[in-house]
């Protein structure tokens, strides 16, 4: 990456994807780069990813290719019901002879990494025996930070040498990367803690700096107060943000299939080579199935963990994934499934008023203030105070199944990338796919009903759907509720509307 200086001119911040031609690469770098001393991905670091995603679920099939259909730009996350075509986005499923080679047709190199750079604030957060959390430092220097010297800096942090947090401060979103280095001062209580972050428009991009947040935070430690590294980064990156706007947070960006693709699948960091995704079902199991009926019921999931936190914020991004829908008009009127992340008692207020999110914490106090949540995760424990969702924390025999088919996918995805070189498919795309498959073939059924002569849900619709008529129907009586469709559910001698 970068000298760890502060006279450093650090002006080649990001982390470089591979130069395979497949896959996504960064735009042209600035005139005024340093064309040298451009470092390797970190271990652990995953790459710019192909726009491509490669794996579904298919009833019959483990092994899928799809085929691309249009996707409207209200969508599940268009608050206004929008149904202008922007792009294509895959999602039927089709067996094919060779699970490895899935292309995606249309992109070229450039298109593929469209989104740009919106830095809007860096800085420094520091832990002070007297007065507690506190920022340290900051650009711009008027920017409102209220909150974010407790958000940067999570309760429990003392705990543990290092840890990365994202996190939400009103309409933008942050990452921050902290350390906790021993000193030799009674001062400091024998310990020096920091965190250095930066907030964004979107988070989709933030993970591109986190190689360099981890140095500089290092950096702070070692030697405090020298900023000149952090105001280079500001200058380069700063975002030129309309004049005016309306306080929403752009969690997915909308101007491209490219960038759906990257909102549903944003590239992030993590310990484990495996990726995220990959490591969030298997730290679930068979409870990913119950996950993913309350994030398909858009309901208000909160994930409690002890520090280290960078795991956790990755969890609550793979159960947003759990809901993604790419059929035309599908959710637009209904609250979005956003991302909180990190979240502590000074976000209370805001979340009094959210009708759905997803977010995770160390601060146990959060369990007893049920009117901020439906759902509430505690390691792998999955539990609900409201009776009426009671019904869906039991695994079925449906919920099973579905379980062991993507079980299987995985198994075969592993065995292809092992006997074949070449395979650029990953556990990412198939869980991702793999669930919206699942999705979109609910909703296609629910739509073809609700419009038809009879709009009557029958048994033979919802196996169709990959549910079970009977286990199921308290998860889909709240389904046909929460999206508003007007059909009869009629399951051998009992009728319900």
Known sequence: MVEQSDQAALLDWEEIPPS??????????????????????????????????????????????????PVAAGGRNGSQGQTQTIGHI???????????????????????????????????????????NMVEWCLPHDVNLDGVEF???????????SDFIYFRKGCYFGLACFANMPVESELERGARMKSVGILSPSYTLLYRYMHFLENQVRHQLQCPGQY??????????????????NGSVTSCPTWSVTNINRCMHPEMKITHPAGCMSQFIQFF???????????????????????PVGVVCYRVYCCCCLANVSLPGIGGTIPELRPFFYINIADI?????????????????????????????????????????????????????????????????????????????????????????????????????????????????????????????????????????????????????
């Open 90 to 132: 895959r999602d039927r499923l089709e067996p094919v002879n060779n699970v490895c080679s899935v292309p995606y047709p249309g992109l070229g190199v450039r298109d593929q990494w469209e989104e740009k750079d919106q830095i809007v604030a860096v800085f420094v957060v520091t832990f002070d025996t007297r007065s507690g």
């Open 349 to 497: 207020t805001a979340l009094e008023t959210e009708m759905s999110y997803v977010a995770c914490t160390t601060e146990k106090i959060f369990e007893e203030k049920k009117d901020l949540y439906d759902v509430y995760v505690n390691n792998q424990n999955v539990k609900t105070h409201r009776s009426q969702l009671q019904p869906l924390l039991r695994l079925n025999a449906s919920d099973k199944e579905k379980y062991r088919k993507l079980s299987e996918q995985r198994q075969l995805l592993l065995y292809s990338q092992e006997v074949d070189a070449n395979c650029t498919s990953n556990e990412e795309d198939l869980f991702i796919l793999f669930f919206m498959e699942l999705n979109n073939r609910i909703f296609q059924t629910l739509s073809e009903v609700a419009v038809s002569a009879e709009p009557t849900l029958t048994a033979e619709h919802v196996r169709a759907m990959g549910l079970d008529p009977m286990a199921d129907q308290a998860f889909l009586m709240a389904l046909l509720d929460v999206y508003g469709y007007d059909v009869t559910l009629v399951i051998d001698n009992l009728c319900c509307s």
């Open 20 to 69: 395979d031609p497949t896959r996504a690469v960064p735009a042209p770098p600035r005139e005024d780069a340093a064309p040298a001393g451009k470092a390797a991905l970190p271990a652990g670091r995953l790459p710019a990813e192909d726009a491509a995603l490669s794996r579904g679920n298919s009833p019959n099939n483990p092994t899928v290719a799809v085929r691309d259909v």
């Open 151 to 161: 958000k940067s800096m999570a309760s429990g942090s003392h705990r543990v040498t």
């Open 228 to 245: 000149s590294p952090l105001e280079a980064f500001y200058e380069d990156k700063k975002a030129v943000l309309p004049p005016t706007g």
């Open 285 to 307: 199991g068979e409870q990913i199935m119950v996950l993913w009926k309350f994030a398909l019921l858009r309901k208000r999931i909160l994930i409690f963990s002890p520090p």
